[in-house]
């Protein structure tokens, strides 16, 4: 059953069409990974699926029945989308469990503090709860970004590039904790260039290229697909030129 | 019969004033727009670069005795200077800092407040005066204008083409702009960026320099008479939008004939406060100015 | 938790004997109106220095909040202890009107828009002479009453327990507000903005909270002000009065708790020591903004930090001394 | 010198601070006259030829042995911006001064709140500006504000002489109006409208009919060219504009002459200063303006030569009207300390301070006890109407000051 359902989405910035009617379900529970090319949308689309800082220019986006367009962006997020962004981010002057306790909605019950340290212990941050976050290492800032969004308790979790920057073991903790958030009945969305991550934990592929779907399917056939090979291959060749 | 005459002498009276009002405020937002436009900073002492102008020049054409030209030189020199020293002292030791937008309105204002005290203590309270470059008076549309006026309306206009072909066409002008856009790879294409901000301000002071001296002549001097026109500026600057010289062409020209307007309409108790409500208007309407990008 | 109210203890403790200490009449005026400045730069402080919002608009609520109590108590005969109300009142709602249009606005942006307001109340306060006095300033204000008992009596020291009773109310305030979610979102949002929209911060809410809230001090000090004074001025729109509050925060340390409050008392007892230099303090005034901005960007509060990393280095040095 | 005579003094008022306020040591027979001004900003001009004033007249007392041993000193109390608690910290400063003996200053405020707090203090208090404002105050309790006197007079005669000038004008043939219209503008201050009210007032009860009317802003007013084509719409016989700020008025002066009307042109007070015709030149010729309270022209009062010589030595430029009355206070207080020989003794001072009948620069100053300024009129402090002619002020009325005739304004002539 879909969750999440993008139907005909488009965005320019001027001359350049960078999203052209794109179409992709979420299902419930599922981890859906998102590939393509450097340029082909992928940033773009969770930027406009946020609205942060803009929304789509046309085309519908719907949560759980739920018609996200006149929506706000912090009431998107309210209603269950929530994303982490491509770099570390954080509130640094904030201590780590600050930087959980500003994301959690309203009457998640009493004992807020207890709540968010739970939260963090998932994320084995918790011995770090009162450090401010800006002194914390980065992959415990990457996994602190993970762990505020899950403060928003969401039901579709976007997720641009967890494994950027990580060493080799870090990416397979990563691989486990995305496989653990999902679980919990998260559906995920995920873009990767880390491709041994991205087949790792992705149930289904969708290919993005010139802001258009590609190809969509399992992982194992996608990446045989021969355009999607091209695409890659174009984009290489254009990177060597 | 009455009535078309009147109208008629009425919409030359207003469209001498807005021409004049227009052309001042040219000339004084030039500069302030040159440093706003490529660099992003907005200078506060502006104004009191274009005092320190008027006074210089004052000293030496009046008090020394040496005549215009050597007034009207030594104005340029002096704040051409200024404009020098506001930059090593009260920008470049910033321009790492991530807040640089909030720092330099503090050290600019510091600046300002700095120049306009030192000026007080340099030449006194009293109010001073420069002589006009032309006696006698023009007619302009039926509307009699001073011949000092005449000058500046045509000196203006010319004084912005000539910053905008200097920014378009010459290697420093292109220099500067590319030090605006892109700091890292200016430099990597030889270009010094502090240099060009140097020459930026240099150029920017001494256009506030000239506003002084042209003002001088037809305005008191005092230690604060360029409080009111660095507001105009202001306004004008933010009119015509960030990194638009042509803006900043238009947003004078229609800061100076709404003021006309507005005076003969809604008469001139009501006009400034109508310019700050419009000010912010805009600002809230389109936030990057009548010209400006996105 | 004991220690951490020793400091506060003591600062207040000791500012609450000084008419003990002297009843010199100078020193009091000084004493109190510094503390009002304080309350002020305290209240921008949550604005500028918490939220991170460029706004220059802080002393016109100041100065709005004077007018307001000087024009309900006078004119229209409103009580005298009907002044810190209404100031807060007005000093609010004039925020909130200034923060609607900041609400779409970024950088330089915010600065012109909300000094434009102050500019614009200043025309206001000009033009309608017949309610405000024009440019020669509204006279006259009744001075605050309480029963029977005037507080310009017994050298105003009522002022000054006013105005130090204030001060304790903003710190304990602030001290909540930074350490509450409210806080924290006002910070985030600082730190970054998409991010904090990104985590369900909702921006204009937010922002309009923080607005009024911080209004609620200049709306506090410009009543109690404007009754002590016994008089509002168009000049409290200037750029001077700005400059010197934006001095104070600079000074002591902007988004922290104590920061502008030792920044208002050391630059008010500073400028006042200063007088005799006549327009020469301007020029010392201006020369200290522009030094601390470059060598202290952390204000009097960052020199604590700077000495224990200083005395850190120090240590260790001796440490590594005595090793071969 | 006086720098670091106040760094010296500001020092120990640091110590003071710190050791919560220990009395400094008394000077013996030392007089401290403070003047209390902005002495930075707009009107840092007024408060500084008050100051010179009243530092010359000091020097030459001082040179003259003082007053019964006792010697002047003048000093800055500065106001700073203007704001009410930087006027409230200069009164405070005055407080804690030893030996105060007097204030003499232009203005202390331009509201004059300041009253009340000098009223406290007790010490003589001359002031010599914004009569309306320390009037509105002081009337409500004269006896309250005993220390309070104002050399300059009341105002009200801004707003009612004028006709009778344009009146003698034209039976004396210098003006020859071909109706009995008038334009007028205001500015919008607590010191022009007034005159500006009143001034329309006086002009209806005299058969005048105004033909333009309007109000500009207390700010720099670059351009009056569109106010002027309205008015030249319509010439009117009389054109008055209330304008205070001098700056705006010369503006006017010049854009005036640019297409000049038929009409007498009458501008309030501006005119009297200085600059006025270094900005103005051969523009300025015929142009009419009055003062109250202002020094009696100097080719008739040897008085007013003798100061401004004096001034103008001593300072290099020529002295506006606070140079002189502040001069004249200095010496007034003189006369004061010496009938009542104890400058501690504020109460015999204020009380001899209010029985005041002197003639000074401006005129005869004796003071009104339910308003505490100088009564004006004839007999006393007089309004005086002068007609600029190239760059000379010559006094045309009251007859007895006059120094010289009326003239058809050069640009009328045809």
Redesign the interface.
Known sequence: MSLLTVSNVTKSFGALRALRGVSFDVHRGEVLGLAGPNGSGKSTLFNVLTKIPVGPDSGRVVLDGVDLSGLRPHQIVRQGLARIFQTETDFGALTVIQNVLVALPRGIGRDVRLYALNLLEDFGLADQADRPASEIGVFDRKKLMIATAMACAPRVLLLDEPAAGLSKPEVGAMAKLIKQINRQDVAIVVIEHVMPLLLDVSERLVVLDFGEVLAEGLPGEVVRDPKVIEAYLGSEAQAHA | MDFADGALSAFRAVFASGLVLSSLYVMIAAGLALVWSTLGIFNFAHGAIMVIGAYVAWTVSIDLGLGQVAGLVAALAASALIGVAVNRLLVQPFLAQPNIILITVMTTLSGAFFLENSALLIWGPRIKQLEKIVDGNVFLAGTAISGHEAVIIVVAPLMMLALWAFLRFSWTGKAIRAVAQNREFAELSGIRPERMYAIAFAISAALAGFAGVMLGAIRFITPTLGADPLIKAMIVVILGGLGSIPGTILGAYLVGFGEAVSTYFLGAYWTQAMMFFVFILILVIRPNGLMGRE | MTRTLVFPALFFGALALLPLMTDDSYVRHIAIIALLYAVVVSGWNITLGFGGVFNFAHLALFAIAAYATGILTKTYDWPSWTGIPVGIGASVIAALVVCLPVLRLRGIYVILVTFGFGQLCFQFVLNQRELTGGNFGFVRIPPLKLFDYSFRSDGGIGYYYVALLLLLITVVLIHRFVHSPFGWRVMALRENEPYAVARGIALARVRLSTFAFSAIFPGAAGAVYAQYVRSASPDMFGFSFLTIALSMLLLGGVGTIWGPIVGALVFSVFSELMTPLGPGRYLVTAVVIVAILRFFPKGLSGIPEAWQTWRKRAHAGRDVAPQP | M??N???R??VT??A??LA??VPVAAQDKTVVLGVLGA????F??D??EGYNGAALAAKEINAAGGIDGFMFEVE?F?T??????A????V??L??TDNLGAIVTPFG?????EM?YVAEIGVPYMVAA?SN?YRS?ITEDPEFYKNTWSLAPSYDAYQTELPKVVNQMIESGSFAPENKTYAIIGS????S?PIYEGLKKAMDADGWEMTFD??????????W??????I???PPAVIINTEAS??NA??FM?QFM??PTDSLLFIQYAPS?P?FV??TKENSTGVLYNMLGGPISAKVSDRTKEIGEKYAAEYG?DSSIYGYICYEMVYLYADLLKEVGDPSDYDAINATLAETDKEMVHGRVKFDPETHLSIQGDGYLPIQFYQIWEGDRVTIYPPVYATGDSRTPPWMAN
């Open positions: 006086f720098i005579k106040g760094l003094r500001s008022g640091l003071a601070v919560f306020a002495f930075a900003g707009p840092a001009a408060a500084v800055k500065d700073k911006e203007m704001t009410p608690d006027v409230l910290s200069a405070e400063r407080k804690a405020s331009l509201s004059g709140f009340d914004n404002q105050i919008d201050n607590p010191y409208m309007d109000v500009v802003p207390p700010v720099e007013i670059n351009d060219r569109v106010m002027l084509s309205k030249r719409e319509n001098s700056s010369a503006a010049n640019e297409d200063v600059e270094d900005l430029y």
